[in-house]
């Protein structure tokens, strides 16, 4: 159901059933490693290429969330998933792979969140019974292809931020009252907001106002309060987005707690790894969301989530023309519910 401008309410109910999450070995390291279901000792992953070995990081994502609800992937309808990559050819090749009907989408590092929201708007209104839905990135694959090849040894500025090598994916199906899974009830589709930035080393500052935006017309459609939720994460501002959008949404007249809102991107890594300003990529919120939030979610922490993933829609083009960033962040609520 549409409510305000740009939610959509899912009286239904669609669950969460199963997850597959899978990462690299600088993953590996990080605060978040026991939420993985696979860790890959190497960025190669047996491949001859970067781009191959994230191909395979997403395939395995699919097959352990396929494993984990015992079912056949030819029980699935849709796949929805995408990344950064060449036209997302990972995630169209993995498709390839699972010959699974496929949506490919480009929301950059909002991408999670975009396939979420329309898994569930499918499932809600009975258009599949089983749908997947994910997004990954690979360190090396990104940075060879927006910045330099990590062989370079090019340094970075503290407002840059990390690509994880991740994959995220979900099952959604039609709830069942008699299984205790997280539930969609919510998603705020948002616009593109472009406020003249064009530092591709900065994205944290690009997206942080487009995911204020998405946070204001997420509250305002659905008529709620911040503190309906336990937690407002971002997908990954890192600390100079994540300070800006804050100050951002203060501004607007929503009162956030500092405690309340978090950034996947200051999740997942340790204090100590050379990560600059924080995780990025299309897998961070994808990982972060599928293995740790909702594992926390599962044991108590967290009753209700809004999940605000961040993109930057820019190109190696469109910055080699000198063009700005244009931005989006979609957001999806997850609860647990009696």
Not at 99 to 109: E, H, Q, R, V
Not at 124 to 147: C, D, P, Y
Request: hydrophobic share 40%; charged share 15%; glycine share 10%.
């Amino acid at each position: 159901m549409l409510k305000g401008h740009q939610s959509w309410v899912f009286e239904n109910h669609p669950m969460i059933t199963a997850t597959g999450v899978t990462g690299g070995p600088f993953e590996a390291n990080g605060k978040l490693a026991k939420d993985f279901d696979l860790l890959f000792e190497d960025l190669w992953i047996g491949q001859d290429s970067y781009e191959k070995a994230h191909r395979v990081l997403f395939e395995e994502a699919i097959k352990i969330a396929l494993k984990k609800a015992n079912i056949q992937k030819e029980q699935v309808q849709f796949l929805f998933a995408g990344d950064l990559i060449n036209q997302i050819t990972p995630s169209s090749f993995s498709a390839r792979t699972m010959k699974i009907p496929y949506f490919g989408l480009f929301g950059a590092c909002s991408t999670s969140m975009e396939g979420l929201a329309l898994a569930s708007f499918v499932v809600n209104h009975q258009g599949a019974n089983f749908v997947l839905t994910g997004a990954s990135s690979h360190n090396a694959a990104v940075e060879k292809q927006f910045r330099y090849p990590t062989e370079y040894g090019s340094q970075k500025p503290p407002t840059a931020q990390w690509t994880v090598t991740g994959a995220g994916v979900a099952l959604v199906q039609k709830y069942n009252p008699s299984q205790k899974h997280p539930v969609i009830t919510s998603a705020t589709i948002g616009r593109v907001i472009d406020m003249g930035l064009s530092d591709p080393f900065n994205m944290g500052g690009a997206m942080a106002p487009a995911a204020a935006d998405t946070i204001q017309a997420h509250f305002r459609d659905l008529g709620l309060e911040p503190s309906y939720y336990d937690l407002i994460i971002t997908g990954d501002l890192g600390r100079i987005g994540h300070d800006t959008a804050f100050e951002l949404i203060n501004k607007s007249g929503l009162q956030l707690e500092r405690r309340q809102f978090q950034d996947c991107g200051l999740l997942i890594y340790k204090e100590d790894q050379p990560v600059q300003s924080g995780a990025s990529g299309a897998g961070c919120s994808a990982t972060v969301l599928y293995g740790h939030l909702l594992n926390e979610m599962k044991k108590g922490k967290y009753q209700r989530i809004l999940v605000v993933a961040t993109g930057a829609l820019l190109s190696p083009l469109t910055f080699q023309q000198n063009e700005t960033i244009p931005c989006i962040a979609h957001a999806v609520a997850i609860e647990m519910i009696d």
